[in-house]
């Protein structure tokens, strides 16, 4: 499959050229990382996943996916705002309308970004790679939420 890093790295290049990606750097995710940093971080344990488990993969579409799951672009640690409150839930749908509105996504990219955080969100993915996705979110979240403060 290549070296992940590279592979992240040229889509989030490319993604960067024309788009509000590079806002993604401004937001901070969890702990002092991020959310570009994050995103980059689940797309690359997306792609070991999927080798680990030896599970065929739209390889593209499972790193752009992987890469816009969090483009919310604002600061949900935003107290003042009460919105933030809900975050966890409501997310999901508006880094889809962001992607949306800078990208032409594929049917599996979209359903990486609105459904990554199952069980949360209660619609489950339909795609494997949005299942790969949804399990590297929580892997790199809890990683970053433990030993990155």
Known sequence: MGNPHKLVQTTANDLEISSRFHLTRTFTQHGKISVYA????????SIKIAKFLG???DRKALIRGALLHDYFLYDWH???????????FTHPKTALKNAQ????LSRKECDIIV?????LVPVP???REAWIVCLADKICALKETLFCR
């Open 101 to 104: 509105e800078d990208f032409e």
């Open 78 to 88: 935003d107290t003042d705002n009460a919105a933030h409150n809900l975050h966890g």
């Open 115 to 119: 459904h990554h955080m199952f069980p």
């Open 38 to 45: 994050h995103s980059f971080s689940v797309a690359v344990m």
């Open 55 to 57: 599970i065929k993969v």
């Open 125 to 127: 993915p339909k795609c």
